[in-house]
């Protein structure tokens, strides 16, 4: 590398940490200017940035170092780019206080005599007032514990990034132990991923959690350990249940397997589907529908539906061919010769391909799945400046399909070039 290249590098890693620090604190999702610049350059320093790694040479901790402090850059942002943390800081008042976050409607709790709790503000900025929690127990615990370490702080946001940023900081520290040999090219597509930082720290999405249970599930030596940290992901999000068809046949960790599950499911019963009928009208039940937040394919279903007035099936018939095809591939054992992290891969990416809803902190385990491996740096910016570009279906409906559209334009030729590739080199 150059002299010039060289300082060009450091100056991009100098202000990369000040761009985060300036689109978390003073971001806006309603401004479609503000989220096409955001969407370009964050991802495009994301990428530039890909080479600064070298500079590090072979000192990881280092590298480690400048890694907490593009997270710490981002601590005490306020939620402008998303409003999921006011629902999770609601349950988590509640919960304090004794009150289950599943028998009512955040609207019906605060309408009830004595249980005002100061709780209106947390309501008039909430995306969900009049839709049951979904969110399971453990969680409910951490954004609880996130709460109370807030009021040593003197903000519950604060205690919340906190603990989200101790817990990313042990993240990247478990993906050094897994992948010792990885360059540090491809510890940065998790390092310095924008939508890792900007998502799961400063947005404070529990996602980052689950990248701790899918590295604990990685790195487990013995059958117990991975089954009590897969219990963990299913104790995290209901979607990781999918998972299961990532361990390949074994009579003795399948019996376990069934087991662990089924106590997973009664613990999601007995909490987020104690009322099955609230849930499936008003709460986890609508992630069934269309909320035009979708992936690649739902929306060629709902364009199908929408002439004959059937639109708000297109999520289920998308889940349904999802399931049939995880249920094809694992009975003709597909996926067999691939490691766990591969598997996970292919049935995540699926999973993203045919959800009817697709928000961008949902990319966070599926970039985590592609560390270890090379030159994913172009296919990671590209779907880091989607996922940033999705931001525009909140200030206007319609712009659903320029987001389809520009997926489908980006994706398409980004495969086209690497099947064209593949076929020169074999």
Same mark, same amino acid.
């Given at each position: 590398? !150059?002299?010039?290249?060289?300082?060009?590098?450091?100056?991009?890693? +100098?202000?990369?940490?000040?761009?985060?620090?300036?689109? &978390?604190?003073?971001?806006?999702? =309603?401004? #479609?200017?503000?989220?096409?610049? *955001?969407?370009?350059?964050?991802?495009?320093?994301?990428?530039?940035? !890909?080479?600064?790694?070298?500079?590090?040479?072979?000192?990881?901790?280092?590298?480690?170092?400048?890694?907490?402090?593009?997270?710490?850059?981002?601590?005490?942002?306020?939620?402008? @780019?998303?409003?999921?943390?006011?629902?999770?800081?609601?349950?988590?008042?509640?919960?304090?206080?004794?009150?289950?976050?599943?028998?009512?409607?955040?609207?019906?709790?605060?309408?009830? $005599?004595?249980?005002?709790?100061?709780?209106?503000?947390?309501?008039?900025?909430?995306?969900?007032? $009049?839709?049951?929690?979904?969110?399971?127990?453990?969680?409910?615990?951490?954004?609880?514990?996130?709460?109370?370490?807030?009021?040593?702080?003197?903000?519950?946001?604060?205690?919340?990034?906190?603990?989200?940023?101790?817990?990313?900081?042990?993240?990247?520290?478990?993906?050094?132990?897994?992948?010792?040999?990885?360059?540090?090219?491809?510890?940065?597509?998790?390092?310095?991923?924008?939508?890792?930082?900007? %998502?799961?720290?400063?947005?404070?999405?529990? %996602? *980052?959690?689950?990248?701790?249970?899918?590295?604990?599930?990685?790195?487990?030596?013995?059958?117990?350990?991975?089954?009590?940290?897969?219990?963990?992901?299913?104790?995290?999000?209901?979607?990781?249940?999918?998972?299961?068809?990532?361990?390949?046949?074994?009579?003795?960790?399948?019996?376990?397997?069934?087991?662990? &599950?089924?106590?997973?499911?009664?613990? @999601?019963?007995? &909490?987020?589907? =104690?009322?099955?009928?609230?849930?499936? !009208?008003?709460?986890?039940?609508?992630?069934?529908?269309?909320?035009?937040?979708?992936?690649?394919?739902?929306?060629?279903?709902?364009?199908?539906?929408?002439?004959?007035?059937?639109?708000?099936?297109?999520?289920?018939?998308?889940?349904? #061919?999802?399931?049939?095809?995880?249920?094809?591939?694992?009975?003709?054992?597909?996926?067999?010769?691939?490691?766990?992290?591969?598997?996970?891969?292919?049935?995540? =990416?699926?999973?993203?391909?045919?959800?009817?809803?697709?928000?961008?902190? /949902?990319?966070?385990? @599926?970039?985590?799945?592609?560390?270890?491996?090379?030159?994913?740096?172009?296919?990671? &910016?590209? *779907?880091?400046?989607?996922?940033?570009?999705?931001?525009?279906?909140?200030? /206007?409906?319609?712009? *659903?399909?320029?987001? @389809?559209?520009?997926?489908?334009? +980006?994706?398409?030729?980004?495969?086209?070039?690497?099947? $064209?590739?593949?076929?020169?080199?074999?």
């Amino acid at each position: 590398m !150059s002299i010039g290249n060289k300082s060009i590098k450091i100056i991009l890693g +100098v202000l990369y940490p000040l761009l985060l620090f300036v689109s &978390t604190h003073f971001g806006d999702r =309603s401004d #479609v200017s503000i989220i096409l610049v *955001v969407a370009a350059i964050l991802p495009l320093y994301f990428y530039f940035l !890909s080479d600064f790694c070298s500079l590090f040479g072979k000192h990881f901790y280092p590298f480690f170092l400048y890694s907490i402090i593009l997270r710490f850059a981002v601590i005490g942002s306020p939620a402008v @780019w998303s409003d999921d943390i006011y629902r999770y800081l609601f349950d988590a008042r509640i919960f304090l206080e004794g009150i289950s976050p599943y028998q009512y409607t955040p609207q019906d709790l605060v309408g009830l $005599n004595g249980y005002h709790l100061g709780l209106e503000p947390l309501l008039s900025k909430m995306n969900s007032p $009049n839709y049951y929690s979904v969110y399971p127990l453990l969680l409910q615990c951490f954004f609880s514990l996130g709460t109370l370490f807030g009021l040593a702080l003197g903000s519950s946001f604060l205690g919340v990034q906190v603990l989200l940023l101790v817990a990313d900081s042990l993240n990247l520290y478990l993906i050094r132990k897994l992948f010792p040999q990885a360059t540090m090219k491809s510890y940065w597509l998790y390092f310095g991923n924008p939508i890792v930082i900007f %998502e799961g720290v400063s947005q404070m999405h529990p %996602e *980052v959690l689950l990248i701790t249970g899918f590295l604990l599930l990685f790195g487990a030596r013995s059958t117990s350990s991975r089954i009590l940290s897969f219990f963990l992901l299913t104790q995290l999000k209901f979607n990781t249940f999918l998972f299961a068809f990532g361990f390949l046949w074994d009579r003795t960790l399948w019996v376990r397997l069934f087991a662990i &599950t089924g106590l997973s499911l009664i613990l @999601w019963k007995v &909490t987020v589907f =104690s009322d099955l009928v609230s849930q499936g !009208s008003a709460g986890i039940g609508l992630f069934f529908h269309s909320f035009r937040f979708a992936g690649i394919l739902e929306p060629f279903f709902y364009l199908l539906l929408y002439p004959f007035q059937g639109e708000y099936l297109s999520g289920i018939i998308s889940f349904i #061919v999802l399931c049939s095809i995880y249920i094809f591939c694992f009975k003709k054992n597909l996926l067999f010769g691939l490691n766990l992290q591969n598997r996970f891969l292919f049935i995540y =990416s699926l999973f993203l391909l045919f959800s009817p809803v697709i928000h961008p902190w /949902y990319w966070i385990p @599926w970039i985590l799945f592609l560390v270890g491996k090379e030159k994913m740096e172009i296919l990671v &910016t590209l *779907v880091s400046f989607l996922a940033f570009l999705s931001y525009g279906l909140y200030v /206007y409906t319609d712009f *659903v399909y320029i987001h @389809w559209m520009v997926s489908i334009s +980006v994706l398409g030729y980004y495969g086209k070039k690497q099947i $064209n590739y593949f076929c020169k080199t074999t």
